[in-house]
């Protein structure tokens, strides 16, 4: 301990000089949009390389549960496929020769190599970046549901604002019927979200569906979210309404990041509104 208190005596100058430059860049990195871009760039790319040294021992542990989560969802597909005409498919391979200039998503496949469920604001770290055309705001899927909306990029890697965060708001509506309300998370139960803003008019009941609403730009409608858990009405309104997801956020296998092309030509047109 001596030892210590020694060394911050005779080096006292030099250690301030330091702790003064630190709070300097600190300044700087966050009243510049443009070195705060860098910062977080150089940090994502930094992280990124310390996770994915991580992941590989935990991806080769979990192979069993990742094969699974594989076969479950091609057995899904097929199961869709099943259900169609047995000539489905010679009318779906002409839709996509007459339409496939005018095609609305593109899906990448990636590796979650961070996953945050226990705090109250979650973010996930994906091995995709903008070398691979993902930029912030767009959807992160698996093959049971949603997981989060991509938030900032480097080149290699983006993190992704998790649905397990007090920030994260996703549109989302009833299979049952056109209601919509609000995906929130109150920070309690990782594998429970809260479904607000759903008018009286919608009627429900445990164990009803919830899917992605597509009132805006990030998620396609029809996406599986979860399940009515249990809900609370009274003085006409809803008091809560819980949401048990399909996913198990904490054991977060391979995702995809949705494009949506139209993005940009919607968000313009709203801005016209808004003006």
């Known amino acids: 301990m001596q030892q210590i208190v020694n060394f911050i005596v005779k080096y006292k100058y030099f250690l301030f000089f330091l702790l ?8 700087t990195v966050q009243s510049h949009s443009y070195h705060k871009s860098k910062f977080v760039n150089s940090a994502n790319a930094i992280t990124g390389g310390i996770y994915k040294r991580i992941n590989s021992f935990k991806e080769y542990t979990n192979l069993k549960v990742y094969n699974q989560q594989l076969l479950d969802e091609n057995t899904y597909l097929r199961n869709l496929l099943a259900q169609q005409p047995a000539d489905s498919m010679l009318r779906l391979k002409k839709m996509i020769d007459t339409t496939k200039y005018f095609q609305q998503y593109s899906y990448l496949s990636a590796k979650v190599y961070r996953n945050d469920y226990h705090k109250k604001y979650n973010y996930l770290l994906v091995n995709k970046g903008s070398k691979q055309g993902v930029k912030p705001d767009q959807g992160v899927i698996n093959g049971k549901g949603i997981i989060g909306i991509t938030n900032t990029i480097s080149k290699n890697y983006a993190t992704v604002l998790s649905i397990l965060n007090g920030n994260s708001k996703i549109n989302v509506r009833l299979l049952n019927s056109y209601h919509f309300g609000t995906l929130e998370w109150d920070g309690k139960d990782y594998n429970v979200l809260q479904l607000v803003d759903l008018p009286i ?3 429900i009941k445990m164990g009803d569906t919830i899917i992605t609403g597509g009132k805006s730009t990030i998620f396609p409608e029809g996406i599986p979210v979860g399940t009515i858990l249990n809900f609370k009405k009274e003085n006409n309104a809803y008091q809560y309404i ?4 399909f996913n198990d956020m904490s054991a977060i296998g391979p995702v995809t990041i949705i494009t949506n092309f139209d993005k940009e030509e919607i968000e313009a047109l709203e801005e016209t509104i808004t003006k």
Not at 20 to 27: D, G, H, V
Not at 242 to 245: A, M, Q, R, Y
């Open 242 to 245: 819980n949401v048990k997801l």
């Open 20 to 27: 003064l430059e630190l709070i300097a860049l600190i300044f």
């Open 201 to 203: 008019q919608a009627t």
